[in-house]
């Protein structure tokens, strides 16, 4: 039968509290793991930092002091379910290995996502921008050869190619063009308000990586790819927020919000192979559902609502990580030369996109551009990952 969170008996809220012991895990083995587990693991940190933090934001916008101390006591299990995930890293990693793991992360979440997504409109949202974490995964490949003389497939094996996509400078717009329509909330399917939300979360966690990581490197072309990607990352944060209806009440969020992590962590509890990280994923499934069942009398609470007028009867299919070689190669062939101009997306390099080129250019080449001129000088060639065959637009331009 299917899997529906709001019929499930979760874990009680005054045994939810874990000691040192069992929050400081075992790390997983950068060596022999599944580059899929360590997806996961970014994931899920993702979207534990985005719950921590939208709580604290609707704390500062209610007024009843007993509810704040029920948000505080959940938000506090958060973030010890925050930190038993992060922690599974392992800290032998260099930055710029956590940061390939996190761009792998992200083309393939978002690729699975454009896949399932049922709305025309947030399925053209999910396809653009997966085209530019293609691309940020090939330039911090290279830059990874240049620094620490190593090949990114160490990381990625070869789940995932490194090849170009949409080129990152053509990736700066006006911050205008940012911005999206945002879906009806009383008419968008549940399973598209899960989509942004997940997503939502896995930008903004690697767009404050990049803000905080890119100080950490001493290398002036290092540095200088982090500023621009952290640039483009605050874009992607500003693109998918947007598609999110503004209209929803903080208590419809905040269901959402634990509807989605429990759905998360089912997700993942069928999905990952590695026995001790499963048990990370069931363990804080059973704590989520407690936070889905104080979320849900909120909601009735204060939007005298059911919530089954708003959450999926059960669980969605479970979010796979999986190769999307195929589909990505499609992506670039037919998509790479797409920008955005208003809600929507061209072609054409119109003129509020050509001064946005100009105000951050000035003349100089990008960062993005350096470091793989940068890679051809250090080893002799540009560093890629294509394990089915000729790049898409090398095939195009021979027809």
Known sequence: MAFDPLQERGVPLDDQVRGWRELNVEPIDPDHA????????????GIETDAIVFSHRLARHCPDTEIRRQLARVRYIE????????????????????????????????????????????????????????????????????IEHRRAEKIVDRLTEVMPGRPTYLQHRDPMDNVREPYQRRSTEPLSRLHTLTVTAAEQQAMNFYMNAGPMLMEPV???????????EEGHVTHYESLVDPGQSWWERLLNHEYNECYMYYSF???EPHPRVRDVWELNLGMELEHLRLAAELFKRFDGRDPDQVLAPACPPPVTFEPNKAYLREL??????????GPGYTREAHERFRKAQNALMGGYRAPSEQVIEHNRAVSGQEYLLETEGTHPAELQARR
Not at 37 to 44: A, E, K
Not at 129 to 136: F, K, P, Q, T
Not at 222 to 232: C, D, F, H, P, V
């Open 34 to 45: 599944d580059p899929y587990t360590r997806c996961r693991i970014i994931t899920m940190n």
């Open 79 to 146: 973030a010890q379910q925050q930190k038993a995930v992060n922690w599974l890293l392992p800290g032998v990693s260099s930055v710029l290995e956590t940061t390939l793991a996190y761009e792998q992360a992200a083309v393939e979440l978002t690729a699975w996502v454009a896949r399932m997504e049922p709305d025309g409109y947030l399925r053209q949202a999910y396809e653009f921008a997966v085209l530019e974490h293609v691309d940020h995964l090939y330039r911090f490949a290279n830059l990874y050869e240049t």
């Open 222 to 232: 290092a540095r200088g790819l982090y500023q621009e990607i952290a640039m483009i």
């Open 269 to 271: 509890a069928q999905t």
């Open 332 to 341: 670039i062939t037919a998509q790479s030369d797409y920008t955005t101009v």
